[in-house]
């Protein structure tokens, strides 16, 4: 069978999950922790703005025509994955990359020189920063745009492995922010995240061991939660729907892309990082050659689990 959506719309969808997820986790802790990490929604922008840059990018080679690209600005049709994930991705670079804007344009004290034209060109946007409240929240909802709409797409379709699966969304979601919290808790366990903050005008404070302890923990229950998720999407297909659609779950199981379901998605992308995080959280401080496995296993299962769900989707 001819594949219409590729590779690259695979990784698309990966990267896209990883910057929403990323910035969905870091508003959450945030606000869970009364606001005491301001940095952290800093963090997951400075690195969500590249990778939906990068998957726009994607999708524009996966179009074939890329000179006809802008024609997705045009107009929005619902119905196409491709226009509405250009639009969402579209609004969450540009409002990331206002919110970038401010942020460094706070970073100058009022009087400050450093380069005339630069603390002058700051001392004008300045005054918009009141409205980085706002705009983080506009984000968030794009965010859970930008993670959950594939999923409910593709239940949408007449696809058996997708068509009328409503655990498919919960697992798209699922997967996203697991992923964009192990993007998180490799940044910060690594040091970047205090480069990343100081460049844009932060002070570049480490984050202390409760929090990330908090975070490891929180990266245990979401892998569990995807794995009880998976279950459940498998079962509903095999017994609760059509008979197409158990017959699309054997594709998925043991047919073409069985390798990548069992050793990407479950193994690497589940089991082994769980297994990784307990161990590292048994005592109160976690082993960070643990954490930092676990959480790349993490990011390369949400690639797998993509390319299984949408691959084998199209060959059922």
Known sequence: MMLTWKWELVIYLWIAGIAGGAFFSAFLINVITRGKHPQLPKIATFLGVPLVLLGSLLLVLDLGEQLRAWHLFTRFRLGSPMSVGSWILLLYALIGVVMIALWWATSFEPGEVRLTVISGLASLVRPAARLVGVLTWIEVVLAVLLVAYTGVLLSATNQPLWAGVLLLPA???????????????????????????????GEGESLPGETLHHMGMTSLILGIIELVVLV???????????????????????????????????????????????????????????????????????LFLRAAVLLSGQLA
């Open 232 to 302: 459940g999407y498998l079962v509903w297909l095999a017994f609760l729907s059509t008979p197409a659609g158990a017959s699309a779950v054997a594709v998925l199981l043991t047919g073409p892309m069985s390798l990548v379901f069992w050793g990407g998605v479950v193994l690497v992308g589940l089991l082994v990082p769980l297994v990784l995080e307990v161990a590292s959280l048994k005592g109160r401080e976690a082993v960070i050659g643990s954490v930092l496995a676990s959480a790349s296993l993490v990011l390369l299962g949400g």
């Open 171 to 201: 697992l798209f979601v699922v997967s996203a922010v697991s992923t964009g919290m192990a993007l998180l808790v490799l940044v910060l366990r690594t040091g970047l995240g205090k480069v990343l903050d100081t460049l844009f005008g």
